[in-house]
């Protein structure tokens, strides 16, 4: 359960770096010589996923706003899984003590 819980806390930074990324591109559409990025996700070897910012090659606020309400998702999916390995946890405890 601590595994998942580890998991979901990779997939939780990655989502908060993805959000990161898109409120800067919007805060900066406007800004001369600005370089939009994107978050490119990889899986890492324990199963965890981990983010790295990337030029984006679209910046248009259509897409940063689709992309601003899929980071949301994710992130809320992770820490769903967080909580409920959690809880999972908790429950063991409970019938072992």
């Known amino acids: 359960m601590i595994d998942a819980m580890m998991k979901a806390a ?3 930074q990655a989502a ?3 959000m990161q990324s898109t ?3 919007i805060a ?3 800004t001369p010589g600005y370089q939009p990025v994107t978050v490119a996700n990889r ?3 324990d199963g965890g996923v981990s983010g790295q910012l990337v030029p984006s ?3 248009d606020l ?3 706003m689709a992309s601003q309400m899929e980071a949301s998702t994710a992130m809320k999916a992770n820490m769903a899984v ?3 390995a959690g809880r999972a946890y908790k429950s063991l405890i409970d019938i072992v003590a």
């Open 82 to 84: 967080f909580a409920a």
């Open 16 to 18: 908060s770096l993805w």
């Open 62 to 64: 259509a897409t940063q």
């Open 10 to 12: 990779s997939g939780i």
């Open 57 to 59: 090659p679209r910046a």
């Open 43 to 45: 899986t890492t070897p």
């Open 28 to 30: 900066n559409s406007n």
């Open 23 to 25: 409120a800067s591109n």
